[in-house]
């Protein structure tokens, strides 16, 4: 008998090499490469996820199913990162760091499934009566609900297929292992292989399917990249372990739009949502304090409003400290170079610290005028009223420009109380948006100087 080929395979980076190496050629990482059999292109793994036969179709002929409608998940918040409900068929990847919640959220969407649908719990990680424990613990309906201990991909797709669930949850993908290859579970191979038979499982039998994913210490997903490009939907669960907020980010969606943020809040009864977004991202000062600014920002189709603080101290270092906690360190630097170069405002030898209120990661551009204005209140020791808002994009040129959705943002400001606003002159409403003042600036030195002239 012909002996099977072998393969070394990066567990960093993916990259396959015909001999052994004590360093990637292609990530330079160390002692990184995992034997491997390499399989013939004429196994059933490599069959597309069509049924029948392949044939070339013209999109007017092809009829769309009932089943392609959305399926509440009993959570809006989840829903809203998912693009609307729950897409049968669809394989979602769930990624966050231990013990953030993410069997918990699985959990409850599962028993409020099983009223209506057939679902399947599978996990790898914790035995049968630790996860009827922590049902009984959440006060979660049992009744309908499936459950799986096993790690085996070939004996799980054997059963499920079987018990034809409409919706199962692999908890988590880097504990499955298939007989496909020697390698232990969680290397790059079984997490790809696994994951390819379970996509595949999921397409052919129009089952939604979620794969819970381990993340790596700098907070990517663990296994090959190749991984998020299988599934349908990337989803993070993000938080600080000593806060009772979660969020969920979804940063590819082929059912709805990225950037989604669901926001969560964990109690005692398992992950509830919050009504009010914006409310956990607010300090209510009894007096406005200098440093502090909310701005308007837009994540997926949902306008919130964080608090940014900045905090300016006299620096006794020959490189003074340029430290962000929720935004960009780098766009920070740029921004101060903006402010001194077209405002004549100095901080070369200030210590600047800035920070997001609520463990918010702001990424969108709309923050600039906001972070700068924050650094100039406490610059001067001015402080901003609670009642005002400011968003808005700052050029190189010194220049405002506008940010998208502007209407929508302060209408989320009017909603709560906010009578005054500086904004990019692009974004000024045709008509006034309840009582509200907002001054709209062209030019960062016109919105400087409101901001002297007025606090």
Same mark, same amino acid.
């Given at each position: 008998m012909r002996p099977p080929k072998l393969s070394y395979t990066c567990q960093h980076c993916g990259a396959q090499f015909p001999k052994w190496s004590g360093q990637c050629l292609a990530c330079e990482a160390w002692n990184c490469l995992v034997?491997?059999?390499?399989?013939?292109?004429?196994?059933?793994?490599?069959?597309?996820y069509a049924v029948g036969e392949p044939a070339i179709t013209q999109m007017a002929e092809i009829e769309l199913q009932e089943h392609e409608a959305r399926i509440p998940t009993g959570l809006n918040e989840l829903d809203r990162v998912?693009?609307?409900?729950?897409v049968l068929g669809s394989v979602v990847l769930i990624g966050g760091d231990p013990g953030i919640g993410k069997s918990t959220?699985?959990?409850?969407?599962?028993?409020?499934?099983?009223?209506?649908?057939?679902?399947?719990?599978?996990?790898?990680?914790?035995?049968?009566?630790?996860?009827?424990?922590?049902?009984?613990?959440l006060g979660l309906p049992e009744k309908n609900l499936l459950l799986l201990a096993d790690t085996h991909v070939e004996r799980i797709l054997k059963l499920a297929q079987k018990e034809q669930p409409r919706v199962l949850v692999i908890d988590s993908i880097q504990?499955?292992?298939?007989?496909?290859?020697?390698?232990?579970?969680?290397?790059v191979g079984q997490v790809r292989e696994s994951a390819a038979q379970l996509v595949k499982f999921a397409k052919q039998t129009h089952s939604a399917l979620f794969l819970v994913g381990h993340v790596t210490k700098e907070g990517t997903l663990?296994?090959?990249?190749?991984?998020?490009?299988?599934v349908d939907a990337v989803l993070y669960f993000e938080g600080e372990q000593d806060s009772r907020y979660?969020?969920?980010?979804?940063?590819?969606?082929?059912?709805?739009?990225?950037?989604?943020?669901?926001?969560?809040?964990?109690?005692?009864?398992?992950?509830?949502?919050?009504?009010?977004?914006?409310?956990?991202?607010?300090?209510?000062?009894?007096?406005?304090?200098?440093?502090?600014?909310?701005?308007?920002?837009?994540? !997926?189709?949902?306008?919130?409003?964080?608090?940014?603080?900045?905090?300016?101290?006299?620096?006794?270092?020959?490189?003074p400290r340029r430290v962000c906690v929720g935004l960009d360190p780098h766009r920070l630097s740029m921004l101060l170079?903006?402010?001194?170069?077209?405002? !004549?405002?100095?901080?070369?030898?200030?210590?600047?610290?800035?920070?997001?209120?609520? !463990?918010?990661?702001?990424?969108?551009?709309?923050?600039?005028?906001?972070?700068?204005?924050?650094?100039?209140?406490?610059?001067?020791?001015?402080?901003?009223?609670?009642?005002?808002?400011?968003?808005?994009?700052?050029?190189?040129a010194g220049e405002i420009r506008p940010v998208q959705n502007g209407q929508e943002r302060l209408r989320e400001a009017a909603k709560h109380g906010f009578k005054h606003a500086i904004i990019p002159h692009g974004n000024a409403p045709k008509t006034n948006i309840s009582d509200m003042k907002i001054f709209s600036a062209q030019t960062l030195q016109e919105a400087v100087d409101y901001f002297k002239q007025t606090f």
């Open positions: 034997e491997e059999i390499k399989q013939t292109v004429s196994h059933p793994r490599y069959q597309g998912l693009g609307g409900g729950l959220l699985l959990l409850q969407t599962l028993c409020h499934l099983s009223q209506h649908l057939k679902v399947l719990y599978i996990t790898g990680e914790e035995s049968l009566q630790q996860v009827t424990l922590r049902a009984r613990r504990t499955m292992h298939t007989d496909l290859l020697q390698s232990a579970p969680g290397a663990a296994g090959p990249r190749v991984l998020e490009h299988m979660r969020l969920i980010r979804g940063v590819k969606n082929r059912f709805g739009a990225v950037n989604e943020l669901g926001i969560f809040a964990m109690t005692e009864k398992g992950i509830r949502e919050v009504s009010n977004p914006s409310a956990i991202f607010l300090s209510r000062y009894e007096k406005p304090v200098s440093g502090s600014v909310i701005m308007a920002t837009k994540e !997926g189709t949902r306008p919130l409003l964080i608090e940014v603080q900045a905090l300016v101290d006299q620096s006794h270092m020959a490189n170079a903006v402010l001194h170069r077209h405002s !004549g405002i100095a901080t070369f030898d200030q210590d600047v610290f800035v920070n997001a209120v609520g !463990g918010a990661r702001i990424t969108e551009t709309g923050s600039d005028l906001a972070l700068l204005l924050a650094v100039l209140s406490s610059l001067r020791n001015r402080p901003v009223p609670h009642d005002m808002i400011i968003f808005g994009e700052v050029g190189l």
